[in-house]
DNA sequence: GTGAAAGCGCTAACAT
DNA sequence: ATGTTAGCGCTTTCAC
């Protein structure tokens, strides 16, 4: 099966130079005279070649390759950030390798060290799962990553994230402003950083505006669906229930919507809710999300691009990157009755 | 960087063996002797080797990685088969390399070699936007692949789809059991086998039941939600409307949603609306979308399995599998009135 | 400026 | 049953 590699060898004999000619012009392309560089470029588009990326990275080189590290796949929110780093890296020429955390949980250090030394030239991190044993090593290996929405939990490590404590606080401030007093808030998955400063950003704004935080209200969610859905039937339940809530995702919201529903409230007229992401989703059911955005794809970009730049320049120091969260109003809030 | 890596001439030392041994251990396993081979996995353990696979693949042998060639990343659709590739292929200890076709528009041969000699075992293809270039050269070259969800574009090929025209008969049916007489129909994109399928099958129904075709009821969509969305204002423009819309996804589903309610048209009870594909927001919205149901990860699993029995087995004639569609009845439909 | 030669880590054919 | 050897396609000294 594809047995009819054209080599640079092959190259070489049909341009009348040595292989090693040929390989300079691939390459930083110095010390090579004009002419030949002609003939060789046109040898090359002649016989259709294509460097072997594995003999090229098995010397040492580059395999311009970047393994992404995703927790699950279909989620909307992992598609936005995969698509903004994919567009990135295909304008540098560099290929992707997909992992998904799932399938290693196990042994997460044998992992890395696949990860590693296995094909790539570099790791994007998109919020896994329990980071804590592979970021260490890859620190230690010097191997160049970029963790993605993960702030709070790799603190030496680069990063890109969103100002997720502040995305939680102006949510609360605006649903205060709306002149709700008891909101209910349906946290993200708390091994998560990023769960974490919401939920801080929330409490913040309660205690800014004098309003006293009861614990009643703060339920533990996953970032699912039907997660969102079990808090927001318990929040409902409570002798003195929210009138508004506020879940720490829009999926979580989506489920939320879905008790409300059941339970006969009319959204948002008996109950605001509001989400975070703002994922296409959120703009499309009904009524439309009022939500945080985060800018997801924008994300997967800059990560991308900060990766890149940390493989060219690995001495450079981390950087840290948290990109503005935004209030997207729409109908699912409004003035308490 | 990660320049500390551990070889099979490292684990012989540790073992005391030579390192053609370690290799035989690694691979089929014949002719060591049991007390060797307990030496030589030790010394795998101890030192935590990791076999280098672009050695290995450069030597002639398997990668070990399966190419995903994907139109688009971040839809619930080709997220649900990515989820399905990917646990099928984890199984089996592959990983997957993701490649995005709008990146490669240009020129695609160049792009099936890279494909091919490049990296991967085999590739699956998910409705791939310009097919009939590479499908060709990829069978010149016996290079294993199975798409997924294209049928009807590729006759030789192996692939996994669905029954697309027996979906979209089904659909119809049940807008016409409803009392439906106007139905109005919206493509996918009709470069697509399976959007030119589910169009068949919207057109036998409506002739088995006596119903007249009319061109007019009939539009062009793109299997995108704003192409929904004007395709149905388009429609409910007409001098006789249509009572039921059927689009050939759900997101142009949605589309129709959204138009349906700009124009305070009540759902179902002033418009029936049908999608095809029950991702998992089709549930989600409101009202529940009524839709045929496409097993998208399971068809992402059974097209990895396929490819998989190719790579070990590439005499084999090509299979074509059609997985059954299904129709799921929730609320966005109901008797016309 | 250009070619020859070594070697990256691995597998498999060939010896023993 | 085990070791030796020759490459896979490439980059990179090192000569000339």
Redesign the pocket.
């Known amino acids: 099966m594809s047995?009819t590699?054209v080599?640079?060898?092959d190259?070489?004999k049909e341009a009348?130079?040595?292989?090693?000619?040929?390989?300079?012009v691939?390459?930083?392309g110095?010390?090579?005279?004009p002419?030949?560089?002609a003939r060789v470029l046109r040898a090359i588009k002649r016989l259709g070649?294509?460097?072997?990326l594995q003999?090229?990275s098995?010397?040492?080189?580059r395999s311009h390759l970047i393994g992404l590290l995703v927790r699950d796949l279909g989620t909307a929110y992992i598609g936005e950030i995969m698509r903004g780093v994919d567009s990135e890296l295909a304008e540098n020429k560099y290929d992707v390798m997909l992992y998904t955390t799932h399938r290693h949980q196990a042994k997460e250090n044998e992992y890395v060290t696949a990860l590693t030394r296995g094909m790539t030239d570099g790791l994007l991190l998109v919020l896994p799962r329990h980071p804590e044993g592979y970021l260490k090593s890859l620190r230690q290996k010097k191997f160049p990553y970029v963790v993605i929405d993960h702030q709070g939990i790799d603190d030496r490590g680069p990063a890109v994230g969103a100002t997720n404590r502040a995305g939680g606080y102006d949510a609360t401030r605006y649903l205060l402003a709306l002149g709700h007093r008891r909101i209910g808030f349906i946290t993200g998955s708390m091994d998560l950083g990023c769960s974490r400063e919401r939920l801080d950003g929330y409490r913040a704004a309660l205690r800014d505006h004098g309003v006293a935080a009861d614990a009643e209200l703060v339920r533990e969610g996953n970032f699912q669906q039907p997660g969102g859905y079990a808090a927001a039937i318990e929040l409902m339940n409570l002798q003195d229930p929210p009138t508004a809530i506020f879940a720490s995702n829009d999926v979580m919201a989506f489920g939320v919507m879905e008790a409300a529903r059941e339970r006969g409230k009319k959204i948002p007229d008996d109950i605001s809710i509001i989400g975070f992401d703002d994922i296409p989703q959120a703009a499309q059911v009904h009524p439309p999300l009022t939500t945080i955005r985060q800018p997801l794809e924008e994300m997967g970009h800059r990560a991308a691009q900060m990766l890149l730049e940390i493989i060219e320049h690995p001495e450079q120091a981390a950087e840290k990157i948290e990109l503005p969260t935004e209030l997207v109003m729409r109908e699912s809030t409004r003035v308490l009755r």
């Open positions: 047995r590699n080599t640079i060898v190259v070489a009348g130079v040595s292989f090693a000619t040929v390989s300079r691939l390459n930083d110095a010390n090579v005279k002419e030949k560089r070649y294509t460097t072997n003999a090229r098995l010397r040492g080189g």
